[in-house]
């Protein structure tokens, strides 16, 4: 029974530890709780532990079940148990992930009995176990953007990740949350402030907890999100019934997002504004058109870079054969014009290659 009640534990600790990523070959996956508890023979309330390690997994299993209170059954062969048990508990709220993050901190008592000690551990939470059970687990860029894109396009007020192998700082999950939200443009309709904390502070498996602080209400948000969608739904029923080629289409599109407004160098930076308050900057252009563009099947990227200096948006365009750049903002000076790589660097545009996607 005692090699069972181990391997029990063992499998647990493996699986809190990793947040399972080395079991399942795929990036990303939600956290949910093991349950098979480390306890001792004959009483599944009372946990148990034969090593220092064991106690700290112990510790961490009652974190990851929002266990309050439990009892512990030390069979640890040390010369000072109660320092052990106390260092294990700063451990788990200074070191562990999820501890860092979930825990305020652990009291904890310890009385000696003839063949064991018993540790009594009351844990006190500055999470609610919805938001422990909120977190998902998340290894590489990729990952960590698929999951913003979705609380984002869904508003949300905070995004709280478990990170694997992760080598990061506040600045590269900023720039995700940039990217996550030019990568959604129906829902890219006011652009958070975000904050970043990470539990803890340091090491390669950390809690990073992302606040988006918007500037809208919700009510408002889903509205637009509900009226702009229904715009673009119509425009591009409207373009589509047209029977254009691909050729055809592109400056079709293009005439109709500047017929809804156009380029207002002093207006709203979202496809709202562009196509539903009579004009938009740059930025609202671009979204726009990867919007509408991305609804006909036709693939469109938002680029952020510069012109002449200055920060500036336009589009990638993704055909078969060949890849474009477009930026709307110049429509009324240049026409519809889809030009090169290398074009776009004369007229002085400049921007990171890897930014856009490939083929």
């Given at each position: 029974?005692?090699?069972?009640?181990?391997?029990?534990?063992?499998?647990?600790?493996?699986?809190?530890?990793s947040g399972c990523s080395?079991?399942?070959?795929?990036?990303?996956?939600?956290?949910?709780?093991?349950?098979?508890?480390?306890?001792?023979?004959?009483?599944?309330?009372?946990?148990?532990?034969?090593?220092?390690?064991?106690?700290?997994?112990?510790?961490?299993?009652?974190?990851?079940?929002?266990?309050?209170?439990?009892?512990?059954?030390?069979?640890?062969?040390?010369?000072?148990?109660?320092?052990?048990?106390?260092?294990?508990?700063?451990?788990?709220?200074?070191?562990?992930?999820?501890?860092?993050?979930?825990?305020?901190?652990?009291?904890?008592?310890?009385?000696?009995?003839?063949?064991?000690?018993?540790?009594?551990?009351?844990?006190?939470?500055?999470?609610?176990?919805?938001?422990?059970?909120?977190?998902?687990?998340?290894?590489?860029?990729?990952?960590?953007?698929?999951?913003?894109?979705?609380?984002?396009?869904?508003?949300?007020?905070?995004?709280?990740?478990?990170?694997?192998?992760?080598?990061?700082?506040?600045?590269?999950?900023?720039?995700?949350?940039?990217?996550?939200?030019?990568?959604?443009?129906?829902?890219?309709?006011?652009?958070?402030?975000?904050?970043?904390?990470?539990?803890?502070?340091?090491?390669?498996?950390?809690?990073?907890?992302?606040?988006?602080?918007?500037?809208?209400?919700?009510?408002?948000?889903?509205?637009?999100?509900?009226?702009?969608?229904?715009?673009?739904?119509?425009?591009?029923?409207?373009l589509q019934s047209q029977?254009?080629?691909?050729?055809?289409?592109?400056?079709?599109?293009?005439?109709?997002?500047?017929?809804?407004?156009?380029?207002?160098?002093?207006?709203?930076?979202?496809?709202?504004?562009?196509?539903?308050?009579?004009?938009?900057?740059?930025?609202?252009?671009?979204?726009?058109?990867?919007?509408?563009?991305?609804?006909?099947?036709?693939?469109?990227?938002?680029?952020?870079?510069?012109?002449?200096?200055?920060?500036?948006?336009?589009?990638?365009?993704?055909?078969?054969?060949?890849?474009?750049?477009?930026?709307?903002?110049?429509?009324?000076?240049?026409?519809?014009?889809?030009?090169?790589?290398?074009?776009?660097?004369?007229?002085?545009?400049?921007?990171?290659?890897?930014?856009?996607?490939?083929?």
């Open positions: 029974m005692k090699q069972r009640s181990l391997a029990c534990l063992a499998i647990s600790a493996a699986l809190l530890l080395s079991m399942l070959d795929r990036e990303y996956l939600d956290i949910t709780t093991h349950n098979a508890a480390p306890t001792t023979e004959g009483d599944t309330s009372i946990l148990r532990a034969d090593s220092y390690q064991e106690l700290v997994n112990v510790l961490i299993y009652m974190v990851s079940t929002g266990a309050e209170n439990g009892t512990i059954r030390l069979y640890i062969d040390s010369e000072d148990v109660a320092k052990d048990l106390e260092d294990a508990c700063r451990e788990v709220v200074q070191e562990d992930p999820l501890g860092a993050y979930a825990v305020e901190y652990i009291k904890h008592s310890v009385d000696s009995i003839v063949t064991y000690s018993e540790a009594q551990v009351q844990i006190i939470y500055r999470r609610t176990k919805e938001q422990v059970a909120s977190i998902v687990s998340a290894t590489g860029a990729a990952a960590i953007r698929g999951e913003l894109e979705e609380s984002l396009a869904s508003f949300a007020p905070e995004s709280v990740l478990r990170l694997s192998y992760f080598d990061g700082d506040e600045a590269y999950i900023l720039d995700l949350v940039r990217e996550a939200y030019f990568a959604t443009p129906a829902t890219a309709l006011d652009l958070p402030e975000a904050t970043v904390a990470f539990y803890p502070d340091s090491g390669s498996q950390r809690v990073v907890e992302i606040s988006l602080h918007y500037h809208l209400d919700e009510q408002e948000l889903v509205h637009r999100r509900e009226v702009l969608d229904q715009t673009v739904q119509k425009m591009t029923a409207i029977f254009f080629t691909t050729e055809e289409l592109l400056p079709a599109a293009a005439q109709a997002i500047h017929a809804a407004g156009g380029y207002n160098p002093e207006g709203g930076s979202t496809a709202y504004h562009a196509l539903l308050e009579r004009g938009a900057d740059d930025q609202g252009l671009a979204l726009a058109a990867a919007m509408v563009y991305n609804r006909l099947d036709i693939s469109c990227q938002v680029i952020e870079g510069s012109l002449d200096g200055a920060p500036h948006f336009w589009n990638v365009i993704q055909l078969p054969e060949s890849q474009y750049h477009l930026d709307l903002s110049q429509y009324g000076e240049h026409g519809f014009s889809l030009l090169s790589s290398a074009e776009m660097e004369q007229r002085g545009y400049l921007w990171d290659p890897e930014d856009i996607l490939p083929r």
